[in-house]
C-alpha cells in the first residue's frame, strides 16, 4: 500500500524557515510527479508546489513563488518543501501528494494518493 | 476567493441523491479536465474522481462526474452517513500554469 508520511511542521516565528520531509513507501518513487497541498484553518486545500518525477521541472503557486522551494531525492525516496519568509497566512496543514500515473514528466491536478500532513503553525 | 466555484453546502438523508457543483472558465473546466475529492478533517484526501468521470479502483459506483462547459458535477447516489465530508472539485488552470481548487462543499447526511 502507498505510503506517504510528513514531517518537519511545528511553530516558526514569521519570517522564520522550516523544512518539510515527506517520506515514500510501497511504489517507486521515482516515476511519480510530486506535490505539495495545503489547508488553512477553516479553509479549503490550496496547491502549493509541484515537481517532475526527475526534479527537472518545478512550479509554484503564486502565493508562495520565490519564498518557497520544492526537491526530491529519488535515491531517499524523499520530498521537501524549504519554507523561508514564513507569514501568519502560511498556517496550515502540508499534504504531501502523489500523482495519479507514472507518467512523471509532467505535472497535473490527478492527486492519486495523500499523506496525513504536518502541521505549519507561524506566529510569534 | 477560490478560481473554481462550488456549492456552498450539500445535504441529504440515507438512500437519496445529492449533486455537488463546481463552475470555472475557459482556462480551467472549459479546456481541461476536472477531478474530484473527498476530505474528511483530519484524515488524508482521497482522489474521487478524474479525467472529468472516472473512477479510480476500490472508488465505488454510486460516485459519478460529469462535465459540461465550464462546469462539471459530482454525484453521489445511495447516499450513506460515511459520506459526509468535504468535497473539492480540482482541474489545471492554463492562464495560472498550475492546478486549482474550488472551495470545498461540505456535505451533511441527516
Known amino acids: 500500500e502507498v505510503q506517504l508520511l510528513e514531517s518537519g511542521g511545528g511553530l516558526v516565528q514569521p519570517g522564520g524557515s522550516l523544512r518539510l520531509s515527506c517520506a515514500a513507501s510501497?511504489?517507486?518513487?521515482?516515476?511519480?510527479?510530486m506535490y505539495w497541498v495545503r489547508q488553512a484553518p477553516g479553509k479549503g486545500l490550496e496547491w502549493v508546489s509541484g515537481?517532475?518525477?526527475?526534479?527537472?521541472?518545478?512550479y509554484y503557486a503564486d502565493s508562495v513563488k520565490g519564498r518557497f522551494t520544492i526537491s526530491r531525492d529519488n535515491s531517499k525516496n524523499t520530498l521537501y518543501l524549504h519554507l523561508n519568509s514564513l507569514r501568519a497566512e502560511d498556517t496550515a496543514i502540508y499534504y504531501c501528494?502523489?500523482?495519479?500515473?507514472?507518467?512523471?514528466?509532467?505535472?497535473?491536478?490527478?492527486?492519486?494518493?495523500w499523506g496525513q500532513g504536518t502541521l505549519v503553525t507561524v506566529s510569534s | 476567493q477560490s478560481v473554481l466555484t462550488q456549492s456552498p453546502s450539500a445535504s441529504g438523508t440515507p438512500g437519496q441523491r445529492v449533486t455537488i457543483s463546481c463552475s470555472g472558465s475557459?482556462?480551467?473546466?472549459?479546456?481541461?479536465?476536472v477531478n474530484w475529492y473527498q476530505h474528511l478533517p483530519g484524515t488524508a484526501p482521497k482522489l474521487l474522481i478524474y479525467?472529468?468521470?472516472q473512477r479510480p479502483s476500490g472508488v465505488p459506483d454510486r460516485f459519478s462526474g460529469s462535465k459540461s462547459g465550464t462546469s462539471a458535477s459530482l454525484a453521489i447516489s445511495g447516499l450513506r452517513s460515511e459520506d459526509e465530508a468535504d468535497y473539492y472539485c480540482?482541474?489545471?488552470?492554463?492562464?495560472?500554469?498550475?492546478?486549482?481548487f474550488g472551495g470545498g462543499t461540505p456535505l451533511t447526511v441527516l
Open positions: 501528494a502523489r500523482d495519479r500515473t507514472a507518467f512523471g514528466l509532467i505535472i497535473t491536478s490527478q492527486f492519486g494518493f
Open positions: 510501497e511504489f517507486t518513487f521515482s516515476n511519480y510527479a
Open positions: 515537481i517532475t518525477s526527475n526534479g527537472h521541472s518545478t
Open positions: 475557459s482556462s480551467n473546466i472549459g479546456t481541461n479536465t
Open positions: 479525467r472529468d468521470n
Open positions: 480540482a482541474a489545471w488552470d492554463d492562464s495560472l500554469n498550475g492546478p486549482v
